[in-house]
């Protein structure tokens, strides 16, 4: 115990004394919260739309002016030449290209039926699916609208309609920011701690300090101990610092208890941290641990359901993602706070995450040689 | 375990790679109790490797070895507790202050700096005047003084200092010989491995390294004593041509270049007389010649020629 104590007092001393640490700490976490999640927003708005008007009717300009009424597409063209506009795609002025072809009154009311055309371009693959789809519900709109003027009521025979009407679950609103925030602050949680163990110790290594400590009576385990518990720490105050901001700028309360939300970040630091050391034992230059760190964070973050969900994913992609500690930690960090979920509910997460730890410390434990 | 020797080797192999370099051929010798010890090569002979092995951070593939009678396999928990060992790259915390070092590396060994002091004293009072400067902000010399205090800061009963002289001064040089001097009569054995042949002299005893292998280990005065031939040391304009036209001399046993000099050993008896006409009708001038006693550098370039 004597000995964890002076390697505890040694490692925060070294902690304290590096300015650039307490800041990464401090601040890092809340800009990165009160930026990302204005940043990662899903809503696709400002589409530019050029209109190639073949008609110049009545119902053209009506539907023209429906559709930018809607506050998602900007009109940067109008022009009677598709070729005209697509160069505004090629330009990355025009986002989608909708072509009304000639005759679209004449035949909308004579034929019953007309066709349109919409090009879009799908470089941005989220903006190009969202705008697809808007445009086309709102087409969709305005052909129920033409329906109901051109029939005279009674002749007006009402097919089968399904309506649906949708309710958010836990998150009404469909506020972005409430899931996106805990998700972020996972994250944060992560790259704070895998990155400042692994580099902790490798910076042992590297300075040649690691070989001084080799050759004293410390024993292998408090070594690790005093070095996984700063962090640990440090995890804790990151985490804490993170929901508060949560609370102050966005109104987020969690619902669950806050006992389950610490708890299980309690185990989750363990693996993440042993997953820190576990790479330390495999490099040898605080530059190695750096990139290896960064390989398997982009992974972690890509694949840990913050911005893509995880069900959407192909099969060999979900089998991935549940070797992602931050997948279960964005999980349950989401069901804690919105759904208000409690230790029953999160147990499989728990479980698994309880397995990672003992899994990562272990193995690093083994590979961590103090004879070689 | 009471044990003769305070190390002790036997035929120690260390390979490095899946090339199997041996870094380390079959060395064996042993400490004297007390000793100033030193190990005596060029770089990449393999001195770290063996202070390695010795210091429990490397295990050797074969052969055995005992510091203070324990085994450095099995009993190395033993070891640690009763070695210090400074090595040659500066690797205490840069980040911490002298002090805080000193604290650290005491309580690691469940002690305390007040305890061992009076062993540290001439050493640390050196460096007292900077006790809250970081220790990555200090100069050379005083790194090298706070890591000698941290290594000694347990009373160690086998010191190993690894290369400690090399990139300092030859003012601290001195200094720090005349701090090891003083420590073994502390009855700390020491020993410290050097590339500077001329530091040969200050130990009690020596032995030189080259490839991984033993050539020699005995006193210094003893090598020197014992080395076979009357070395004569010639000089003249040119160095270059003159090596070339003393290897074409059919008296000449073997020469080298030797700092300004060029030392000579003679097959049979040295007569200046003909040398000297046989050089001038080479095209060389300014010609001396003078008998000289062998030093350890001599012995060292003999012993690897053999």
Redesign the interface.
């Known amino acids: 115990m004597?000995?964890i104590r002076?390697l505890l007092q040694?490692e925060f001393?070294?902690i304290f004394?590096?300015r650039a640490i307490l800041l990464l700490i401090g601040v890092m976490p809340v800009m990165q919260l009160l930026i990302l999640p204005l940043a990662a927003n899903y809503e696709v708005k400002n589409i530019n739309l050029s209109v190639v008007d073949h008609d110049h009717s009545g119902y053209a300009q009506k539907l023209v002016a429906k559709v930018t009424a809607s506050g998602y597409f900007k009109l940067r063209g109008y022009g009677a030449s598709f070729k005209e506009e697509l160069k505004k795609i090629e330009s990355d002025e025009a986002d989608l290209i909708l072509e009304i072809p000639e005759g679209f009154e004449r035949n909308l009311i004579r034929e019953d039926q007309q066709q349109l055309f919409i090009a879009v371009n799908a470089i941005n693959g989220v903006k190009a699916n969202l705008g697809g789809a808007y445009l086309t519900s709102i087409i969709k709109n305005f052909n129920e609208e033409i329906r109901i003027e051109l029939l005279p009521p009674g002749r007006f025979n009402p097919g089968p309609v399904i309506e649906i009407i949708a309710s958010n679950w836990y998150n009404p609103l469909m506020e972005y920011r409430f899931y996106m925030v805990p998700g972020i602050l996972a994250i944060l949680v992560t790259m704070i701690g895998g990155f400042l163990s692994a580099l902790n110790i490798v910076k042992e290594k590297e300075?040649?300090?690691i070989?001084?400590?080799?050759?004293?009576?410390?024993k292998k385990h408090h070594f690790i101990l005093g070095k996984l518990i700063p962090f640990w720490v440090l995890g804790n105050i990151v985490f804490s610092l993170g929901l508060l901001v949560a609370w102050l700028i966005y109104g987020i309360i969690p619902i669950g208890s806050l006992l389950v939300l610490y708890g299980f970040l309690a185990v989750y630091l363990l693996a993440i941290l042993g997953f820190g050391l576990l790479i330390s034992t495999f490099c040898d230059t605080q530059q190695q641990a750096m990139f290896i760190m960064f390989f398997f964070m982009m992974v972690f973050i890509l694949m840990g359901g913050l911005f893509t969900s995880i069900d959407s994913m192909p099969d060999w992609a979900k089998l991935v993602s549940r070797f992602n500690p931050v997948s279960y930690l964005i999980e349950v960090m989401r069901m804690v706070i919105l759904k208000g979920s409690g230790w029953r509910d999160i147990w499989p997460q728990f479980g698994i995450i309880t397995l990672f730890a003992v899994v990562l410390n272990a193995y690093a434990v083994i590979n961590y040689k103090k004879?070689? | 375990m009471e044990s003769l020797y305070a190390i002790e080797l036997r035929k120690i192999t260390k390979t490095y790679g899946k090339e199997k370099q041996v870094a380390v051929d079959e060395v064996s010798f042993h400490v004297n109790k007390g000793e100033l010890f030193g190990l005596i090569g060029p770089d990449g002979a393999g001195k770290t490797s063996i202070f390695r092995i010795l210091?429990?951070?490397?295990?050797a593939e074969q052969g055995e070895a005992w510091v203070e009678g324990f085994e450095v396999r099995h009993e190395?928990?033993e070891i640690?507790?009763i070695?210090g060992?400074m090595?040659g790259?500066?690797?205490?915390?840069?980040?911490?202050t002298v002090a805080?070092n000193l604290n650290?590396?005491a309580?690691?060994?469940?002690t305390t700096v007040a305890e061992n002091y009076e062993l540290i004293k001439d050493i640390y009072i050196q460096i007292e005047p900077f006790k809250d400067r970081r220790a990555g902000k200090l100069s050379g010399g005083m790194k090298q003084k706070l890591a000698l205090c941290?290594a000694l800061i347990h009373r160690p009963r086998v010191l190993f200092l690894d290369e400690p002289t090399t990139g300092v001064d030859p003012v601290s040089r001195k200094e720090f010989w005349e701090m090891l001097k003083k420590l073994k009569m502390q009855g700390i054995t020491i020993i410290v491995s050097t590339p500077y042949m001329d530091e040969a002299s200050l130990c009690d005893r020596i032995a030189l390294i080259q490839y991984g292998k033993i050539l020699s280990v005995d006193t210094a005065e003893n090598m020197v004593k014992n080395y076979p031939e009357q070395l004569y040391a010639v000089k003249s304009n040119q160095m270059y041509l003159l090596l070339k036209s003393l290897r074409k001399y059919p008296e000449v046993l073997d020469c080298y270049a030797f700092g300004e000099y060029a030392h000579v050993a003679f097959k049979n008896a040295f007569e200046a007389a003909p040398l000297e006409a046989y050089l001038r009708k080479e095209g060389l001038s300014e010609i001396e010649m003078k008998a000289v006693e062998a030093s350890i550098e001599d012995c060292f370039i003999k012993l690897l020629k053999s």
Do not use: H
Not at chain 1, 211 to 218: A, D, G, K, L, Y
């Open positions: 004597r000995t002076f040694k001393r070294q004394r590096n300075f040649g300090t070989e001084q400590i080799n050759v004293t009576p410390i004879t070689n | 210091t429990t951070l490397l295990l190395y928990r640690r507790k070695a060992y090595p790259k500066f690797s205490l915390y840069p980040d911490l805080e650290f590396f309580t690691v060994f469940d941290c």
